[in-house]
């Protein structure tokens, strides 16, 4: 096992040169993919090529991005949750307000893993699934007093 960190920081005091990431999901579809995002989710188009027949596309919301990517009908996408119950997370979005964002998803008909609680130790807030069954958590650090 590593050495334990202690000296963790929150993501708005953070001073490195690191400024995002963003996770890269294999889709079916590229164009429902895409769809999902925008219009469930609130997300923009950010790319979408090359041009004529498009495979990749990047969408963002609020300084996060989600490449999406279709490689053949072969390769079909596998989150988390396929391999393992308790990996399901393909991507976990830290949010300032979960409870505004969930009351905004939910009339969207949106795929709910889990309704706004407590998802984890200390994480409050919401997770779940895009059209290719990728899990995405939102949520944020609170006191479960």
Do not use: C
């Not at 708005?12 to 925008?38: C, M, Q, R, T, W």
């Not at 609020?62 to 490449?67: A, E």
Request: glycine letters at 8%; charged letters at 25%.
């Amino acid at each position: 096992m590593g050495t334990p960190h202690t000296n963790r920081t929150q993501p708005d005091e953070a001073g490195g040169d690191l400024l995002a990431i963003n996770p890269f999901f294999i889709v079916k579809h590229l164009s429902s993919a895409v769809s999902f995002y925008i219009e469930r989710l609130g997300f923009q188009l950010d790319y979408q090529g090359p041009d004529g027949d498009p495979y990749y596309a990047r969408v963002s919301r609020d300084g996060i991005g989600i490449m999406l990517k279709a490689i053949t009908p072969e390769v079909l996408p596998r989150p988390n949750s396929s391999r393992h119950e308790w990996a399901r997370w393909d991507a976990f979005i830290h949010v300032r307000n979960p409870d505004a964002l969930f009351s905004e998803f939910k009339p969207r008909v949106v795929s709910l893993v889990k309704e706004l609680s407590f998802i984890d130790d200390g994480l409050w807030g919401f997770e779940l699934t895009d059209a290719d069954g990728y899990v995405l958590a939102f949520a944020t650090l609170r006191d479960q007093a």
